[in-house]
């Protein structure tokens, strides 16, 4: 345990300067965008004289130089003081907020789905590789990853909430029912079923790929071998020695993977009108909310290094040959 | 009718422990030949060694798998029985066979790193054992594997159990596979190339631990090897395969010094004999290669990483003659391999200077060394891995011609003689490395370098990943290339024998040190380092003799 408590505090001073290399990447990309705050806000107010420009960029803290300005964003940012949404007139820390809960409850299930049935399915196709078995499940790999999600989304939608009416078409929640308890969880997970499949279909095509290709190769090692000479039953030789092994290119996968899914959820959250971050992103880029924009890049930032800080840390765990270096 | 042919000791009217009766194996269709093994029999009786020897593609080790029932996939049984104590375990279910597996045939295998589960600690692998054949509560398994450990020699075994096998040395983990083999008394112990991956100092205690464990517990043993040197230390009995064939078998007495096929003879032939051969004394040439306070440190880590340092060389200095074969021995990690990779500039050494013909290579910049590689050149040991898989071997050979500006016509030239040279067929140009067997790579790697008419060549284990007849064939053709190109050759090698054969002088190396240098023969007749001794005491069958009453060895010199 000390060896990853160890990795842990290594890896966690590594992503300080990732950090907060974004942050000034960002802010500096801001400033190269021509026009700042005060010329969108003037734009929406209808026009202004230049008095009441300067005035309101003293108030924004505008008419200093550029160094000050990031020395201040950076202070604001260390209290979680993301700056005002011009859309929605909020602090964007709250606004953003607010989404959270719903992205993290979604993308969590859909990488824990794809995850999981991936692993399976890639197993099962590995023990009979070359079987019907096998060949069944990577075509259904194939068609799956051949399926863009926004096509899928709306075909699941025609398909279960239109003609069928079994589950509803969008929306996070039932709205003005106020469902409590138990109820309030099955209403969520029924709104979810849909978006989660159309996100996590893609992926799971990929880690089944993947899970099945290491699966052969670890099954191919010299210690499996060992373990089938040893006499161990072929469930004992899979579950004790092959699954293991074969599990490290999966995790480390899932960390790389795991940004481009949030980015997957932009079209997905927007095809099932999920009140999400995705959406919230695709708003505020169609609303030029150049605030709101840049904080939802901070938090997806934040959430890819935390994501892949836990990967670090999970295939430290499974592999005692990853020491802190 | 079956005791007979039965060992030393077993008692006469015993079933053989183990007895393969007229076994044959079929490939898949489309294989390049219809059997992997073709009537083999062969008998092992409790407390008998028996070595099976044979090259590579021999089928020795497939007959280990036959024997266990684990034949590769599309790779079947076509007949035969292989009798355990009397039972034929060609015809049982999967499931009797999962029980005899490791219960009643304990396993060895070739390479402890790989043959082991990284991701597990070594004592949980060698309790699964217990807990897939018995019904014993774990503290009765924990402590058994304790037992297992302490008995096969580990210093620690309570450490040793925890451990995963990358925090144990090579000798270590395969200590700990014997272990695992054994957990359950075995009667039959077959081990496939136990010692290979080993260093000879290794090699020698993990042969006395076999040889201990047969003879405290009357375990059979089934060797398979590729070494006669192995043979002769520890064999009781000796068949030989080739081509997936017994050949010859026969008392170990009896194989060793008086083969009677031309297989056996030839290959007992092609062993390197321990002894240097008599050399004409000559005066050294003048000096090529001077070299001296040669050093290197790996150092890993950076800010936010702990630092970790490894002195590979600590300061080395020898002197390489015109015409000389100089010889660098040591077991892993003791730098030889470091050494040999400055001389080239593949590393960049830390400290001391190389002068080659009077100048410093150390001393110039990345462009000037660069038009001196020509004068320099190396062979590398794995002929598998160091050609470039999708280049015609006809590039391979001319790049270096070309980058040193000869023109094309003249590289291709000079291609074809290289071929000529090295008894390769002048079509080879047009084909890829991987259309070649080993030896013939190995010969690629050297008209490759030889193609740039070094002064010197550097040679790091040039025929270690060889079968032993095609090793001889390379040493005479390095030897021939040699005396034919002027040639002043540093010989890099972990086996005295091929030393002993091939070398001049000797440097013996030891943890980044040189610590004893002399002449061939004197270095073998009168060691004074105790490292030295111990080197020799190592190599297996060194009391054997070959070439008594089989054809004369090749020399290559």
């Known amino acids: 345990m000390k060896r990853i408590g160890v990795l842990a505090l290594r890896r966690l001073a590594q992503s300080v300067p990732v950090l907060l290399i974004i942050l000034i990447g960002l802010f500096l990309l801001l400033q190269l965008a021509p026009g700042d705050t005060v010329d969108a806000l003037l734009a929406q107010m209808g026009g202004g004289d230049a008095a009441v420009a300067a005035q309101l960029r003293r108030d924004y803290g505008l008419d200093v130089s550029v160094p000050v300005q990031l020395g201040r964003y950076l202070v604001r940012l ?129 880690y089944l790929r993947l899970m099945r290709a290491s699966m052969l190769e670890v099954m191919t090692l010299d210690f499996v071998r060992t373990a089938r000479a040893k006499g161990l039953s072929e469930g004992h030789v899979l579950r004790r020695h092959v699954l293991r092994n074969a599990l490290l290119p999966m995790v480390t996968f899932v960390g790389l993977q795991f940004s481009t899914m949030l980015g997957g959820s932009v079209v997905v959250e927007s095809v099932f009108s999920l009140p999400g971050l995705g959406r919230l992103a695709f708003e ?16 997806s930032a934040v959430l890819v290094i935390v994501v892949n800080f836990i990967v670090d840390l999970l295939y430290a765990k499974l592999d005692p040959r990853i020491v802190a270096r | ?173 395969q200590r700990a596979m014997i272990a695992m083999a054994l957990a359950l008394e075995p009667r039959l112990l077959i081990a496939d190339e136990p010692t290979t991956a080993l260093d000879v100092t290794t090699q020698a205690r993990i042969l006395a631990l076999v040889k201990n464990i047969q003879r405290r517990r009357g375990t059979g043993v089934l060797f398979i090897t590729h070494d006669f040197g192995v043979v002769a230390e ?26 009677q096929h031309p297989y056996t003879q030839a290959l007992i032939a092609a062993v390197p004999p321990l002894a240097p051969p008599q050399r004409p004394v000559a005066e050294p040439g003048p000096a090529v290669l001077a070299v001296s306070g040669l050093r290197k440190t790996y150092r890993s880590g950076g800010i936010l990483a702990r630092k970790r340092v490894v002195e590979a060389v600590r300061g080395v200095d020898f002197t390489l003659h015109q015409g000389e074969t100089l010889g660098i021995v040591g077991e892993s990690g003791s730098g030889k391999s470091t050494v040999a990779r400055m001389l080239v500039r593949l ?111 550097v040679a790091d284990e040039p025929v270690s990943a060889l079968d032993v007849s095609v090793q001889a064939q390379v040493l005479a053709l390095l030897a021939e290339a040699k005396q034919r190109l002027a040639l002043s050759l540093v010989f890099i090698t972990h086996d005295l024998r091929v030393a002993a054969q091939v070398c001049d002088r000797i440097l013996v190396m030891q943890r980044g040190l040189v610590v004893e240098a002399g002449e061939t023969a004197t270095l073998f007749a009168a060691p004074r380092h105790p490292y030295t001794r111990a080197l020799l005491a190592s190599v297996p069958g060194r009391g054997w003799q070959p070439g008594a009453g089989a054809a004369s060895p090749p020399r290559a010199e």
């Open chain 2, 347 to 457: 590393l960049a050494a830390d400290a001391g200077s190389i002068h080659l013909q009077g100048e410093d290579l150390l001393a110039l910049n990345a462009r000037d060394f660069r038009a001196r590689t020509q004068r320099i050149q190396m062979v590398f040991q794995d002929p598998f891995a160091s050609l470039n898989p999708r280049r015609r071997v006809g590039d391979i050979i001319a790049q270096g011609l070309r980058v040193h500006g000869m023109p094309r016509a003249a590289a291709e030239a000079k291609v074809v003689e290289m071929l000529a040279l090295v008894g390769l067929d002048p079509g080879a140009i047009r084909r890829f490395p991987h259309e070649f067997s080993g030896g013939q790579r190995q010969r690629i790697g050297l008209a490759r370098a030889l193609a740039m008419q070094p002064t010197v060549l």
């Open chain 1, 284 to 299: 505020s880029v169609v609303q030029r909310d150049l605030n709101t924009l840049l904080g939802i890049v901070l938090v």
């Open chain 2, 234 to 259: 520890i064999a009781d009995r000796v068949v030989v395969m080739q081509h997936g064939q017994v050949v010859e078998t026969g008392p170990v007495q009896q194989v060793l010094y008086a083969p």
């Open chain 2, 1 to 173: 009718m079956t005791t007979h042919h039965a060992g030393l000791g077993a008692p006469l009217d015993a079933a053989p422990l183990l007895a393969l009766r007229h076994v044959s194996v079929r490939l898949p269709k489309g294989a390049d030949r219809e059997f992997a093994l073709r009537d083999v029999s062969l008998q092992v009786a409790a407390g008998e060694i028996v070595c099976v020897v044979g090259e590579s593609g021999s089928g020795k080790s497939l007959t280990a798998m036959a024997i266990l029932g684990l034949l590769p996939g599309r790779v079947t049984l076509a007949g035969g029985a292989i009798e355990l104590e009397g039972e034929d375990l060609a015809g049982l279910p999967p499931a009797r066979l999962r029980g005899i597996r490791g219960a009643r045939i304990g396993m060895v295998f070739q390479e402890p790193m790989t043959a082991l589960n990284p991701l597990m600690p070594v004592g949980r692998q060698v309790e699964e054992m217990l807990e897939e054949h018995t019904d014993q509560p774990r503290e009765q398994r924990l402590a058994r594997v304790q037992a297992l450990l302490a008995e096969v020699g580990i210093p620690d075994p309570v450490a040793a159990a925890r451990a995963y096998p990358h925090e144990l040395s090579g000798g270590q983990r």
């Open chain 1, 78 to 206: 260390l209290s979680f003081d993301l700056g005002m949404s011009a859309i929605y007139g909020k602090p964007v820390a709250s606004v953003i907020f607010e989404r959270l809960a719903v992205t993290a409850l979604f993308m969590s299930c859909a990488l824990a789905f794809a995850f999981s049935a991936g692993l399976v399915l890639g197993v099962l196709a590995a023990r009979r590789v070359n079987g019907w078995p096998d060949t069944l499940i990577s075509t259904l790999g194939l068609v799956f990853y051949a399926i863009p999600s926004f096509w899928l989304g709306l075909m699941l939608i025609v398909l279960f909430s239109v003609k069928l009416a079994w589950l509803p078409p969008g929306g996070f929640e039932s709205i003005g029912e106020g469902l409590t308890g138990m109820a309030h969880v099955l209403d969520v997970a029924q709104h979810l079923v849909l978006p989660i499949l159309s996100l996590s279909l893609i992926f799971l095509a990929i």
